[in-house]
Each structure stands twice: as structure tokens, then as C-alpha cells.
């Protein structure tokens, strides 16, 4: 993270004041590659040397185990009208490698690239799904999976622009990736708040924790933000302002999780979350939804990592016929890849005997429980344990 922050500072310095991309861009013709076999922890090796020049030519051959003959080509390929791309491997037997060699035979990755022109150097957010992608030789952040909220700040250069994309996963794949104009030096992410959930019944109780995602999109830093929240139960008919504060500085081209204690209305249904921000003049505005949960029900609470002062989450079920007065023993579960905390803790029924508690790795996902994620687990077991009897 470190490194990709410091790359995206040195690419804002050399264009200070971009303007933004003008108009979408939806990539329709590729060049395919691939696939090619890789284990579960590793990507592709040797094939590009140096991303920042390569440029394929139709029909030239690679080297590959997966295909028949050992041999595959960079190929034409064409994107459909919403931007999504499928791999279609014709060449390969993924029943025979499934047969043969078990689910793992089935795990490769690929290249899609693509050149792309715009007048001026520009500011531009990607939209991307199931791939990683680099941009003239610049690597960006990665969404290996199908959500469409994740957007990624990113440079275009004056002139063409060369887009490398890498698909990996099993069998064939199907990816998007596409171009938009930011619609505000800072936006909101509302699809990636972190939030808890609240409980069906309860009335209107103390500060609750989120974490807000916040998008400069712009390639200088980003003071004196704007930031309002409003909050409207289902029940109600009319917004309640629950936040209303000036944010320091935001990194160019860069996101923020931002810990925001607000107060949410009671409330027997979900509650509607209006976020504004505002900068210079120019404001960017989303709403989400916070679930409401019965008591028996698995649910998401937020603590404040002392890793980076984030908001994070765990998922929690209390036990049954639960006594706040009595001390309970934990079940905590891991989840595996892809699947989101209050998920694995719903794959349990309430016990009358003891809490069952699953961290979520950092976000809503699932990956290599090292790092990152191994620091979560251990964070979320001290947190439960100075909160839970």
C-alpha cells in the first residue's frame, strides 16, 4: 500500500492540476492471452518484462501447458456494450484438467491489453471487476472480485494510453474494466462503508462507529472537506442531520477510511444514510442503507483499529436466551476466500452456552489470513474480549 500511495503522489506531481476525463470510456477491442497455469499464491512470471513498453502483436505465440500443442496466441477480442469481457479459453479442456488434476487444475491467468487515446493528460476513476490492471506501466489497485463500487483514481496520459490487464482465477473468467469522469474532486464510496448493523427494536442508543470512504480525485491534496451526514428511519419520512464536520487533508488521488462516531435513530427497519461532501464549491452526494437485524440474528459491530485508526468490523451472535450478567465461552471462526464475516457467523444457529464471533479479514472479504489479516484476527479477539462477558 505504501508503495502504490507513493506511486500515485510521484504521478500527481507530474500532473498538477489535471483536468478530468470528459466523457466515459467503455473499451470494447482487445488482445487476449492466456491462459497460462499458475499455483494459488502466484501470478504470472516472465511473460512481460517491462509493462511500461509492451505492446502485443495478433497471432504472435506463448508458451503454455493448458492448451493443446503447448501453444497459445494473443488474440482479438471484443468487450460487450457494458464493458464486460469474457476469457473463452476454446483451446483448452478444463473438464480433462478438472479430471486430471482435481480443482486445481483449473487455476490460470491471462493478459488482456488494449491502447486507448485521449487529448490531454486527464484524471479518471476505473471501474473494474474480477482483474488487476496496470496503465502505461503503472499498476493500480486490484478488484478481483464482481462488485461495481470499487473505483480507482488514475492517471491517463496525453495521447495513447496502454491498458494491461490481468485475469486469473478458474476455468474461464469474466472481467470488466472501463473508464469514467470523477463527478467531484471528492466523493464518497458508499459501497464500501463500513457500518454496524442495528438491532430491530432498540431505541435510539449511544454513538455508533462507521468508516467512511472518502475519494480525492484530484492530484493535490484535498483541505477543508465538507462533510455532512443525515440519517431517516423507516419509519420517519424526513432526514435528521447526524454529522456535520471539516475533514483535514486527503492525499491525491488517494482514499481515506475516515472513523466517524454518529448517533442512529432507533428504528424497526433498515435506516437510510445520506453522505455529501463538498470541496471548492463542487459537492458529491449517495445514500446506502444500514440493515437492521433480529436479536437472534448474526450482526455486524465496528471497533476503531489501533493498526490505523480505521473503522473496522466483526460479526457477532450472541447466545441464546442471552444474559448480559452471566460469562459466556467464544466460538471464533475464520471464513474463507470470498466469504464475508456476518456470513460465516450466520452458518451457525444462536448457542445457549456461548458467543460466536468471525473477524472479517479488513473489508467485506476473504483472502490469505497473513498479514493484514492474521493482525485483524488477533485485534478483533482482544476487542471481543474486553467487550463480551
Keep these: 500500500m505504501r508503495l502504490l500511495i507513493s506511486c500515485l503522489l510521484a504521478a500527481a506531481a507530474l500532473a498538477p492540476g489535471a483536468p478530468a476525463l470528459e466523457d466515459t470510456i467503455l473499451v470494447r477491442d482487445w488482445l487476449l492471452a ?13 511473460l512481460i518484462e517491462d509493462p511500461e513498453r509492451f505492446r502485443p502483436v495478433p497471432g504472435e505465440t506463448l508458451r503454455t501447458a493448458l492448451v493443446a500443442g503447448g501453444w497459445t496466441t494473443w488474440r482479438e477480442t471484443t468487450a460487450d456494450s457494458a464493458g464486460w469481457l469474457e476469457t ?20 490460470n491467468a491471462g493478459y488482456a491489453w488494449a491502447e486507448v487515446s485521449v487529448p490531454r493528460c486527464s484524471r479518471a476513476l476505473a471501474v473494474t ?35 494491461l490487464v490481468s485475469v486469473s482465477g478458474f476455468g474461464d473468467r469474466r472481467v470488466r474494466f472501463l473508464l469514467v469522469p470523477p463527478t467531484a474532486p471528492v466523493q464518497v464510496v458508499a459501497g464500501d462503508l463500513t457500518a454496524p448493523d442495528l438491532v430491530t427494536g432498540t431505541n435510539e442508543s449511544g454513538p455508533v462507529l462507521l468508516g467512511i470512504p472518502l475519494l480525492n480525485t484530484t492530484t493535490d491534496y484535498a483541505d477543508s472537506v465538507h462533510l455532512r451526514l443525515w440519517a431517516r428511519a423507516a419509519e420517519t419520512e424526513s432526514f435528521a442531520v447526524v454529522a456535520d464536520t471539516i475533514l483535514g487533508r486527503l492525499p491525491p488521488l488517494g482514499v481515506k477510511n475516515l472513523p466517524l462516531a454518529v448517533r442512529l435513530p432507533g428504528t424497526t427497519g433498515p435506516v437510510e444514510l445520506a453522505l455529501e461532501t463538498e470541496l471548492d464549491g463542487s459537492a458529491h452526494a449517495d445514500t446506502v442503507l444500514i440493515p437492521v437485524r433480529e436479536e437472534n440474528e448474526a450482526r455486524r459491530e465496528t471497533f476503531r483499529s489501533a493498526l490505523d485508526n480505521s473503522c473496522q468490523y466483526y460479526a457477532v451472535l450472541y447466545p441464546e436466551n442471552y444474559d448480559p450478567t452471566r460469562r459466556y465461552p467464544v466460538i471464533f471462526t475464520l471464513h474463507g476466500a470470498g466469504v464475508e464475516a456476518r456470513g460465516q457467523a450466520s452458518s451457525y444457529r444462536p448457542k445457549d452456552w456461548a458467543f460466536v464471533v468471525a473477524p472479517t479479514n479488513r473489508r467485506p472479504y476473504g483472502f490469505d489470513w497473513q498479514d493484514w489479516g492474521r493482525l485483524d484476527a488477533v485485534e478483533v479477539l482482544d476487542t471481543i474480549l474486553g467487550r463480551l462477558p
Design 129 to 163: 471487476a474480477r482483474c488487476g490492471f496496470s496503465i502505461n506501466g503503472r499498476s493500480y489497485q486490484a478488484n478481483s472480485y464482481g462488485d461495481d463500487w470499487l473505483v480507482v483514481p488514475v492517471l491517463l496520459d496525453s495521447g495513447p494510453n496502454r491498458i
Design 34 to 46: 492466456g491462459p497460462f497455469p499458475i499455483g494459488p499464491r502466484e501470478g504470472i512470471t516472465g
Design 88 to 107: 473463452e479459453y476454446p483451446d483448452v479442456d478444463w473438464p480433462a484438467h478438472r479430471d486430471y488434476y482435481g480443482i486445481a487444475g483449473l487455476m
